[in-house]
């Protein structure tokens, strides 16, 4: 079942619009959207590689722990704040370290953003703003995720702040809008900087080691999973 495009900021999908090279590597992820957000790398060394058959026949796009993919900042993505509320979701396969840092989706910067990753076996769901007008902190919402698995997985960001995995409820609470931010959006890794639950920031490195099958954002709560 295809999710509802209202509403929506953009749509990645690793069974179509991937751009690659004679090799299988990704130059450029089209937006299914109207609006235009693809994802890009030009970079040849740090790019992904897409494979046909990753699970259950479906395509996918491998970070091997070194390469990303940017997406250019938007207005209705992150530079056109405060955003009341804001929705991600990614279906990913995790590769043979669950242990190490890895971001899989951020956006934003030290200040203000949204970001999932993977760390000492749980992903991280998590939203902040630190912002003087507006500011509520940070929150993450975890779970545990086993290596070689595929799972789909929601963020909901704004005053009601929600997580899933794989349709499953893993955390739900009160936050609040997000702030503009020109610090990037990164898949596979970090545009700038981003924060982790610690209230560690870090730029760069970070990388997924894995594969990744859809990312969708929406201007709005959502249920697709």
């Known amino acids: 079942q295809e999710p509802q495009t209202n509403n929506m900021v953009f749509w990645l999908r690793s069974d179509g619009g991937v751009g690659t090279n004679s090799t299988g590597f990704v130059t450029n992820w089209q937006d299914k959207t109207a ?16 494979y046909t058959n990753v699970y259950k026949g479906t395509p996918g796009i491998y970070f091997n ?11 209705d993505i992150n530079t056109n704040g405060p955003y009341a509320q804001k929705m991600m979701a990614l279906a990913f396969r995790t590769a043979d370290d669950t242990v190490s840092r890895q971001v899989l989706y951020e956006q934003g910067g030290t200040n203000s953003g949204m970001n ?18 507006g500011g509520w902190g940070a929150i993450w919402l975890s ?12 963020l909901n960001c704004g005053t ?11 955390g739900q609470t009160n ?11 990164c898949i596979g890794g970090i545009s700038g900087w981003t924060r982790f639950w610690s209230n560690e920031t870090a730029s760069a490195s970070n990388y997924f080691k894995g594969w990744i099958s859809e990312a969708m954002q929406f201007s709005n709560s959502a249920d697709v999973t």
């Not at 609006?35 to 897409?50: D, F, I, L």
């Not at 993977?118 to 912002?131: C, D, K, P, Q, R």
């Not at 779970?143 to 929601?154: E, F, G, S």
């Not at 009601?160 to 893993?170: D, E, K």
């Open 35 to 50: 609006n235009g957000h693809a994802a890009y790398q030009t970079n040849a060394a740090s790019r992904p590689k897409c």
């Open 65 to 75: 722990g070194t390469n990303s993919l940017f997406i250019q900042n938007a207005g």
């Open 116 to 133: 999932v990753y993977i760390t000492n076996g749980y992903v991280y769901l998590g939203a902040w703003n630190y912002e003087t007008n």
């Open 143 to 154: 779970t545990p995720v086993a290596r070689d698995m595929q799972y789909t997985l929601q």
């Open 160 to 170: 009601n702040m929600s997580g899933q995995i794989n349709g499953v409820l893993i």
């Open 175 to 185: 936050a609040g809008s997000l702030a503009s931010s020109t610090d990037g959006i």
